[in-house]
């Protein structure tokens, strides 16, 4: 199984709602990855996992709360979002966190705030 | 630190004709170069990687991409272009000694085939 998957496709919430996404590989990866992406723009990253240890946060902000059950299973918390959070949430994994390893990608979570 | 250049916002090609995308990129120590592909509403889906070794890297769907040293680029080619090619790419760079693994990404090339 060489595949990244994400739930739900789509997300529609108020700014008061809590909602998560989750996130699942069974490829044996250990790092694991958050991303946000606007249209047409670059993955920005959001939060990094390696061997389910929080590794980075890239200032994100803490209505964002990422945590790591298992290996294989990486969820985001949403909490108090604001229409500006609206975007396409990726997440990837890899094998580990050598630099040579590619990322593999799931197909997203499209997420608006209303 | 670590950088990358997609230079071109659009590149726009007739089926059949050979394609490419262009990368330079910037780095304190050796690179290591990745391309991925997004089809629309779709996530990123890795196409090939440059870590050492040859510079022609063959990747997927028939796509290659030329390692150039003393340019600093990493252009993406096909021989042949299909319409089902069309979709934005993405460049990505990390630095071999730089001690971190996350990949900067350039900021997307999206390639239009006409039929």
């Known amino acids: 199984d060489t595949e990244v998957t994400q739930t739900p496709k789509h997300l529609v919430m108020g700014m008061t709602n809590k909602k998560s996404l989750k996130c699942e590989q069974h490829?044996?990866?250990?790092?694991m990855y958050w991303y946000k992406q606007k249209a047409k723009k670059p993955p920005e990253l959001m939060f990094v996992y390696s061997y389910e240890k929080l590794s980075i946060n890239e200032s994100v902000p803490s209505r964002f709360s990422p945590e790591c059950p298992n290996s294989s299973l990486l969820n985001l918390h949403l909490h108090a979002l604001q229409p500006e959070d609206s975007a396409l949430y990726l997440c990837?994994?890899?094998?580990?966190?050598?630099?040579?390893?590619?990322?593999?990608f799931g197909p997203g979570t499209r997420l608006t705030v209303l | 630190a670590q950088s990358v250049a997609q230079p071109e916002d659009q590149v726009n090609v007739a089926e059949g004709n050979p394609l490419t995308v262009k990368c330079t990129y910037s780095?304190?120590?050796?690179?290591?170069l990745f391309w991925y592909v997004q089809y629309p509403n779709r996530g990123l889906q890795f196409l090939l990687k440059y870590i050492t070794g040859d510079n022609l890297v063959k990747g997927s769907y028939g796509f290659e991409a030329e390692f150039n040293k003393s340019q600093t680029s990493f252009h993406l080619k096909k021989p042949s272009a299909l319409v089902s090619d069309s979709a934005l790419y993405f460049c990505?760079?990390?630095?071999?000694?730089?001690?971190?693994?996350?990949?900067?990404f350039g900021r997307g090339t999206s390639l239009i085939v006409h039929p």
């Open positions: 990505a760079v990390r630095d071999v000694s730089g001690g971190s693994y996350i990949p900067t």
């Open positions: 990837a994994s890899s094998a580990s966190g050598s630099s040579y390893n590619e990322q593999f």
């Open positions: 780095v304190s120590g050796n690179p290591y």
């Open positions: 490829m044996g990866h250990r790092a």
